[in-house]
């Protein structure tokens, strides 16, 4: 069974030959070292030099998303990476794409209007892993945000990116599952103005529904697009709360984002398309709506949460034939923790989500520089030795 088949099997709750696996983020340069692999150009570097000759250097930088083969050659070594560390899934971007480079190399401006810094993370082996960290918001009021040119949902980048991760799926003979993901409504959304900027704004329902049936809309158009060119699965990044709870009360969730949540998923079940929606945080008063609005599988279910019913053992016995689950092993489990916990973890989780189908292997998180090549592979070897259906005693 190939990649896509294993996930969508798994997705419409039926069993596949084995449970499939995905991680939204591997930031860990020990894990390339081991595999032998690098999972792709160093942004930092390349984008210190396009910094240098000023806007030219943006102008190269958005030439280069429009052309399919550099898309792809950038692809195909992250793609390879998630192979080797035995991953089903890997994303195409639809959005996020840079739209200002910051002075020196330092980072960038998304279209978001996000500040993302590049930071250095050294290992106690001496690898040095490069990510984009959140630094803040450009707007600092409304009238900024109106100011700011609104991104484009029919940028062809963005769909040339999509066909360039189905390429690079299919010279790969379907042994990865390459899926588009976008940026949704609530994270992108106060990240540009930062949390404490934002909650001002939510203070003027006018300028808070423009600004969140802005975000809908665009994304809303994406979808639509992605899903008639044959996207089977998008993720959508939208993180709604933290480990105390969410960035803001239910009743504005239901008021200015749900409905937009309905209708992007609705335009992909439309056409066969499921949605996959990440999003950090507690979620439990929120829970039931998110099913109600259709989405079909969840992710990271993080399991370092304050709120002890916050749980994926519980939520699946309520809510396991309604929703797909993705995720749940603690990041910090994976850091810090004996490789005992992470296996006896790793098989409770295939023992009780497994069978049926229904659940994707994955951590409640990502896979950080901190997590040690031992304690990634212990969680793998559990997948590979136990993952196999029919599910037995484990």
Known sequence: MNAPERVLKAVNHEEPDKVPAFETTITNTALEKHYGISSGTNLAEVYATLSKIGKK???LLLKSFLNKEVVKGVMKPLYE???KAKLDITLSMASLFPRELLEKGEGFIDEYGRILKFESYEDKQGNVTIISGYRGGIFENFEDYEAWEPPDPHWEARYINFEAGKEVQEEMN???FSIPSVGALMECTWEGFGLETFSKVLRHPKQAKKVFDDRGEFTLEIVKILAEKGAQIIVLWDDYGFKNGLFMSPRNYRTYVFPWLKRICDAAHKHNC???LHSDGDLLEIFEDLINCGIDILNPLEPTTANPNYDIFKLNEKY???LTFCGNISPVMLARGKISEIESYTKRLIRELAP???YIFSSGHSI???ITVDRYEAMVKIREKYGTYPIGNI
Do not use: S
Request: aromatic share 4%; proline share 5%.
């Open 368 to 370: 950080n520089p901190a």
């Open 174 to 176: 379907n042994i990865v």
């Open 57 to 59: 250097g943006m102008e």
């Open 320 to 322: 396991g034939d309604k």
């Open 81 to 83: 990476f998630h192979h």
């Open 356 to 358: 049926g189908g229904g």
């Open 274 to 276: 499921k949605i996959l």
